[in-house]
C-alpha cells in the first residue's frame, strides 16, 4: 500500500521543514524502533552540504555515513508522529521506496490486513483525510491477498505485476498483458479492476 500527500496536507507535521534543506530525503533501512523514534537510514540529495549540520524537525542526523557536494547516506532518529506510528504497531512497516520531496511524501507500506487498516486509519486522522492511498505492487503480490481472488484474477494480476504494470514509471500496459497472455484487452481491464477493488476493500471493511 502507498500512502501520498502533499507539502501543503502535511505542513503542520514537524517533518515539513525538512524540504526547505534537502531536495529528496529516501528512506533506505530501519535499524530499530523504541518510544522515542525510529533509527534509519536515509539518503539526501541537496545543495548545500551545510544542511547535514542543521536541526530539522521531526529528524536528528546521529551519523553521516559517507557524503558528497549533493549527497549523502546518513543514521537518522525519525520522532515525528508518522515515524511513531509506526513504533505503536508491529503490523505494518514502511519499505522502498518511501521518500520525501518538495511536491510531498510518499510512503509505501507492507503489514498484514489489520495493521495496514490501522496505519490508514491513523494517518487519514493525523492528516485529517488529506491523503492519496493507491496499492503498491508489493501489497498486490502479498499472498494474504491474492489468495481472496478467483484463479483467473490471480494470473492476471500476477502477470501484471511480472511485466512492470504497477512500477512507476510503468513497465508495460493493459495491451502489453493482454498480448502476452494471448486474451482481450478489455478482459485484462476487467480482471485488474476487479482484483484491486477486493484488495481495496478487505483493507477499508
Known sequence: MQIEWSILSGSKLPGAEIVESFDMSEFVTLISKSEQGMIVIVKFTFNDRGFLEKSHGGMEILDVMY????????????DGPVAKLFCQNDEAWWVNPT???????????????????????????????????????????????????????????????????????????????????????????????????????????
Not at 67 to 78: H, I, R, Y
Not at 152 to 169: F, H, N, T, W
Open 67 to 78: 557524503a558528497t557536494s549533493n549527497s549523502a547516506l546518513a543514521k537518522v532518529l525519525l
Open 99 to 205: 521518500y520525501l520531496t518538495k511536491n510531498g511524501m510518499t510512503l509505501t507500506i507492507r503489514g498484514t490486513k489489520n495493521g495496514l487498516r490501522w496505519f490508514r486509519d491513523k494517518i487519514s486522522e493525523l492528516l485529517a483525510n488529506k491523503v492519496s492511498i493507491k496499492l503498491s505492487a508489493e501489497s498486490l503480490h502479498s499472498p494474504e491477498f491474492v489468495d481472496m481472488l478467483p484463479e483467473k484474477q490471480r494470473l492476471v494480476l500476477d502477470k501484471a505485476i511480472e511485466m512492470g504494470y504497477y512500477s512507476r514509471p510503468r513497465g508495460c500496459t493493459q495491451r502489453d498483458i493482454a498480448e502476452v497472455m494471448d486474451i482481450k484487452q478489455a478482459t485484462v481491464s476487467e480482471h485488474l479492476q476487479s482484483a484491486e477493488a477486493k484488495i481495496i476493500h478487505s483493507i477499508s471493511s
